[in-house]
């Protein structure tokens, strides 16, 4: 079973970086997509980036811009780095690896991110 571990959450202020990292256990990280999403309090989740194993990479019209998804095969790990924080960045960032190849729909346990005004 694939688990997926994040760091990197944490309290900045408006304007300011973080770098959020997930890595997984296994063998077939390569051979996955991977996502970010993030959920703020009484709202929805919301999907923020996407990249595929490839490289391929997709990101949510709020973050385009700001944030750049990226994945490191032989570490295993998936990175969003976030640049020009805002408040309304301020939500749960939570890894995934959706179903693919030998895995189902895989969640890490999320990391905080506030950005304070």
């Known amino acids: 079973q694939v688990e997926l571990v994040e760091s990197g959450g944490g309290l900045v202020q408006a304007g300011g970086s973080l770098r959020l990292s997930c890595t997984a256990s296994?063998?077939?990280?390569?051979?996955?997509?991977m996502a970010w999403y993030r959920q703020a309090p009484g709202e929805r989740r919301e999907l923020v980036a996407t990249i595929t194993s490839d490289g391929s990479t997709n990101y949510a019209d709020s973050v385009k811009g700001r944030f750049t998804i990226s994945r490191d095969n032989a570490k295993n790990t998936v990175y969003l780095q976030m640049n020009s924080l805002k408040p309304e960045d301020t939500a749960v960032y939570t890894c995934?690896?959706?179903?693919?190849?030998?895995?189902?729909?895989?969640w890490g346990q999320g990391t905080q991110v506030t950005v304070s005004s």
């Open positions: 296994g063998s077939i990280f390569r051979l996955n997509a």
């Open positions: 995934n690896m959706p179903p693919g190849i030998g895995v189902g729909n895989i």
